[in-house]
């Protein structure tokens, strides 16, 4: 991440270290530390070390920053249950691969998934992004009542209830993940479906 | 919960609907809509409609009502891993007691467990909860690694990860959960042992 680090030269007018995206990860990071409705347009420029027109130049406002990192979460989570349905006829599989495909995302996308995770709905940008969130969990919702259906997923859970409790325990996830940590990302999401599709307790009993 | 209304007389001093119970539940629910930290004893005052002085009267700070919130909290979950330890020879029979105790510590305490859940260490206050909060942590991982040695919960997920696991779980439960609402919280809790123990998969497959 192109942090500016305060050890180098001052700041520059439309700094050339800085793009688009790098401008993103900075801000999103400033979001996820001080809360996004706390950060001002000048703590980013201050972190970034831009000027408020260097930043304009790449966004044109501290929402539209805040709306292309929540989109970016969502497409990605989006194109997990979209891939899924398309490669798997039976729900049990396709929940499946949600599961693990939404692991990979949230550990791939850590800011901007924390960052949605934290929306409460205030304003237009966080409305949208709560709707998009809310339609997800619905999507997934349809394929565990198919997959109860099937009877290959135990059907004595609610299946609105059984998705938000998976979903619950994926998102924990960016309380403690780090990359680059002792946990590797993709033994969490086998671990995850462990636990929530398997069972931790042995099947032998 | 007594909740300064606004239509109500204009507020008294020492005002006798309160006692220190309702400050503080008043003042819990506060610091969760509004951040501990950006919660100043103003808005404490204004919100209850109490003077300082009255409020001091029953509280010596702002961290005091903090203190008692989040002991309050931790006093209840640590009281489910002494009991579940009394009762349960078997570590995999406290392992479920924990869970289901829980959960229902977080249905009846959740405005505490809320506040809880958001700590993140700053001050002393914080910082003595999240120790607290990680003691919890370990013994209820020792306990999960207890229940493998006894080959009744699977050992090819890490005990400390499998904690993680199933505490982010009952825990997203804060995020939807409504006392009186549709999802009766004994039911809840049955249905977290389902999904975390028992898996959500048909045990005929």
Do not use: C
């Not at 790098?22 to 996820?32: G, I, P, T, Y």
Request: no cysteine; charged share 25%.
């Amino acid at each position: 991440m192109a942090e500016h680090d305060g050890t180098t030269t001052a700041p520059r007018r439309g700094r050339p270290g800085y793009d688009r995206d790098q401008v993103l990860a900075v801000a999103v990071r400033v979001f996820n530390e001080q809360g996004y409705d706390a950060t001002s347009v000048a703590d980013l420029t201050s972190t970034l070390g831009l000027t408020k027109s260097a930043l304009y130049h790449h966004f044109e406002s501290k929402s539209a920053i805040l709306e292309l990192a929540l989109n970016d979460a969502l497409d990605a989570l989006e194109a997990v249950v979209d891939e899924a349905t398309a490669r798997h006829p039976l729900a049990s599989d396709r929940l499946r691969a949600i599961v693990r495909g939404a692991v990979h995302v949230l550990t791939a996308k850590l800011p901007s998934v924390t960052l949605l995770l934290r929306v409460r709905g205030n304003g237009a940008v966080e409305t949208a992004a709560l709707l998009r969130r809310r339609a997800f969990d619905q999507r997934v919702t349809a394929i565990v009542a198919e997959a109860q259906q099937e009877g290959l997923i135990r059907d004595d859970v609610d299946a609105a209830v059984a998705t938000r409790l998976i979903f619950g325990m994926i998102n924990s996830v960016v309380e403690w993940y780090r990359p680059g940590g002792a946990v590797d990302p993709a033994e969490l999401g086998e671990d995850i479906l462990r636990v929530s599709l398997d069972g931790l307790q042995s099947r032998s009993q």
